[in-house]
């Protein structure tokens, strides 16, 4: 027990000198470091202005000196020579403004002796004391001089007696030392009561409380007074620890966290009272420290209501602390804001996990969550605050909607994600009633993803109950942006464009819900158009970005539904999967009409992108007349033995008749690309004959594939030498001569 009680107070002396001093010095030191930069900069502008002062001086004096005296232009004017001393005494200039004597700043210009004699001594002197009282408590302990009572009492009277030495120390001009000397005598009071409880048993749990308490805000108070953050810090960590200290082992969580909160509060007045924001940090890491130890020793689900009253408060305490910090902006405070910035993920992923098991409270709680969020944002006019809360709520809701998707879950979870929507569209739109002007990034990312997320909230409800009449919603959700567009045409162009490009997506998504999975791929296409078009209108290059990404995803979505598998009862032509795929190749040459519109306005990268989707639109041609013709001979191959055959025939006869007319088209437009890749299926073309035709292929079919083949490479050849000053632009020139 002895022993335990002398590591302690070591313990303590060391986390006072090698933390508590250290930090508080450094601020010291960077304190000072800034007044002796002030200083100088005064000693600089003085001297400036004296030099100045004597230098106009000396011309005054030597313009005086040049200029003859007016008695000597009379003719009597023969008085004795002017000698060389009279000549070199320098004539009086007007004294300069007196400047008051500085007094260099104590210990700014610290020796090393300085230092090792002024702070080192100090710290070390203090640590030796610290465990030459530890020494001679234990001595006193191993020979019985001293009683359990007494032992705890002079150990008590020890520390009050350094902490009004410090104060008079500090008083007096000695603040460091003196609040160094104060700080031990607070650490050596958490001693004595700690082991007045643990050690020897003379008080209970809580008159062991309530003194750590007292002691906790004595070292408040004095942190106050001597304006010491070392102290502040001292006093925080004493207060979040106590009940640590304390023990016990049942579940105090009203008592525990209401402590904490109260303990909290006050460190915040204290670090807006005296600007040390560092104190937050202390603060809220403690308290994460407390709530997590508690949870994992006694949390149950039974306590999920207190529980989420203290997420709740604890999340909005530091999260308006964070905004405080940030709007402070620079230095200490704008690092302590990014620290806070946490807090709201943290205590929301607390919360939630909190309320997983009780449906109705998590809904209502991801409303509440949504309503503050998008008024904070209002308030403060940060679209970014809007679209974070967006980011951090709504997946919570899709994924419990996924959960729980079925008879019995319709209204409640349909009614949250109709109320995220017209929040957040509420606030877009009141934004937009003061700054018509252009949107803000997370603005435009907000609205179509809100819009998106109803849609998709709404299907995941709805759809297992009411499937035809899902195609019904989606054409309601087009007509009410559709509606949107036409509202808000007279305030925001941009506005009225991502509306009736939001109207769009929709109703391609009903087009694709009316028939089946190749058709939701015209939506999202259809959603990427609109995405571009509004980007290319708007000058937004992040938006087009957006847009080529979603038509990618369309197109890789379009492969992904067996494609290249031919179903059962497979129609040529007239099925789904072509008129899927010839929506797409439609989207990407409306795209590159609308890039050769506004090619003005992207004139570096025009002519790549016009090419890019002039190559996608005709590669998915390619293809689906390849896989159509492939799947049509395949499904006879069971009662046609020459089947095969005519499939390798056929598809090299019509790449060759694909390839002629995109050289046509090629030359007609004078678009180089087109011709290129003409060239290309042309090669490919080649190779497949000669590769594997002219091996596989026998009768009937060898001829026409080669035939076929030879007529139309000499059309080929011939339409490039007939129209060969036209791909060589010389015809052109030769009209711009003229």
């Known amino acids: 027990m002895d022993f335990a009680l002398l590591a302690l107070a070591v313990a303590v002396g060391v986390f006072v000198l090698t933390v508590v001093v250290p930090l508080a010095t450094f601020l010291r030191v960077r304190k000072t470091v800034g007044d002796i930069r002030r200083i100088d900069g005064r000693l600089d502008a003085l001297e400036t202005e004296l030099r100045r002062l004597q230098l106009a001086a000396r011309r005054a004096a030597a313009a005086e000196d040049a200029a003859p005296p007016a008695e000597a232009l009379a003719p009597a004017a023969a008085a004795a020579p002017v000698t060389s001393a009279e000549f070199r005494r320098p004539v009086e200039a007007p004294a300069p403004a007196p400047v008051p004597p500085i007094t260099p700043a104590t210990g700014l210009d610290e020796s090393l002796e300085s230092r090792i004699g002024g702070r080192w001594l100090l710290y070390i002197g203090t640590a030796a004391l610290v465990f030459g009282i530890g020494f001679f ?307 435009l990312v907000l609205f179509h993803g809100s819009a998106l997320g109803l849609f998709a909230g709404l299907y995941a409800i709805f759809d297992p109950v009411a499937t035809s009449s899902m195609p019904l919603l989606a054409l309601a959700l087009a007509a009410w942006h559709g509606g949107l567009t036409w509202f808000w045409r007279g305030i925001s162009e941009e506005a009225g464009l991502n509306s009736l490009a939001v109207a769009f997506a929709m109703l391609g998504f009903a087009i694709g819900l009316q028939f089946d999975l190749w058709w939701s791929v015209v939506g999202w296409a259809t959603e990427a158009a609109a995405i571009v078009w509004v980007g290319l209108k708007s000058r937004r290059d992040w938006m087009r970005l957006g847009g080529a990404l979603l ?101 090299s006869v019509a790449w060759a008749v694909y390839g002629t007319l995109l050289i046509v088209a090629g030359i007609v437009r004078r678009y180089a690309p087109i011709r290129y890749l003409a060239i290309a299926l042309l090669a490919m073309t080649i190779v497949k004959a000669f590769a594997f035709d002219l091996s596989m292929l026998g009768g009937i079919y060898r001829i026409i594939g080669f035939i076929g083949l030879g007529v139309l490479l000499l059309l080929g050849a011939w339409l490039y030498q007939r129209y060969r000053d036209v791909i060589l632009g010389k015809d052109q020139e030769a009209g711009e001569r003229e």
């Open 137 to 443: 408590v234990k001595y006193a302990f191993d020979n019985d001089w001293i009683g359990e009572t007494e032992r705890v009492l002079i150990g008590a009277a020890i520390g009050l007696a350094m902490i009004l030495g410090g104060h008079r120390i500090a008083r007096r001009g000695y603040p460091l030392y003196g609040q160094i000397v104060a700080g031990g005598g607070f650490a050596t009071l958490y001693i004595s009561v700690f082991a007045a409880l643990t050690f020897y048993g003379l008080i209970g749990r809580p008159a062991a409380f309530g003194l750590m308490v007292l002691v906790t805000v004595g070292a408040a108070f004095a942190a106050d007074a001597h304006r010491s953050l070392g102290l502040a810090l001292f006093a925080a960590a004493g207060g979040f620890l106590t009940p640590f200290l304390v023990g016990g082992g049942e579940n105090a969580q009203i008592v525990l966290l209401s402590y904490d909160a109260i303990l909290a509060m006050g460190t915040m007045v204290m670090a807006s009272r005296r600007n040390w924001p560092i104190l937050n940090v202390v603060s809220y890491a403690f308290v994460l420290g407390t709530f997590a130890s508690w949870a994992d020793r006694y949390y149950t689900p039974a306590q999920w209501v207190p529980t989420q009253v203290f997420l709740t408060f604890f999340g909005a305490l530091f999260t308006g602390a964070g905004l405080r910090a940030q709007r402070a902006g620079t230095g200490s405070a704008g690092m302590v804001g990014v620290l806070l910035v946490t807090a709201p993920m943290i205590f929301h992923a607390a919360s939630v996990a909190n309320l997983q098991p009780h449906w109705l409270a998590l809904l209502l709680y991801l409303t509440l969550a949504s309503v503050t969020g998008v008024a904070a944002s209002m308030k403060l006019d940060s679209a970014w605050l809007r679209l974070a809360v967006f980011v951090f709520v709504a997946p919570v809701l899709w994924q419990w909607i996924g959960e729980h998707a079925g008879p019995g879950w319709l209204l409640a979870p349909a009614a949250v994600a109709l109320a995220m929507y017209a929040m957040n569209l509420v606030a877009i739109g009141e934004r937009l009633a003061r700054q018509a002007g252009r949107w803000l990034k997370a603005d």
């Open 551 to 651: 038509l990618a995803w369309a197109v890789l979505l379009l492969m992904r539904l067996g494609f290249f598998e031919a179903p059962a009862g497979f129609s040529p032509v007239f099925n789904a999967r072509v008129g899927a795929t010839l929506a797409v190749v439609a989207v990407c040459y409306v795209l590159a009409l609308l890039h050769q519109r506004y090619a003005g306005d992207v004139p570096d990268r025009a002519g790549a992108e016009i090419a890019a989707l002039y190559l996608r639109g005709n590669v998915l041609t390619i293809v689906i007349l390849t896989t159509e013709i492939s799947f049509y001979w395949q499904m006879r191959e069971a009662t046609d033995a020459t089947a095969r055959l005519a499939r390798s025939a056929s598809v």
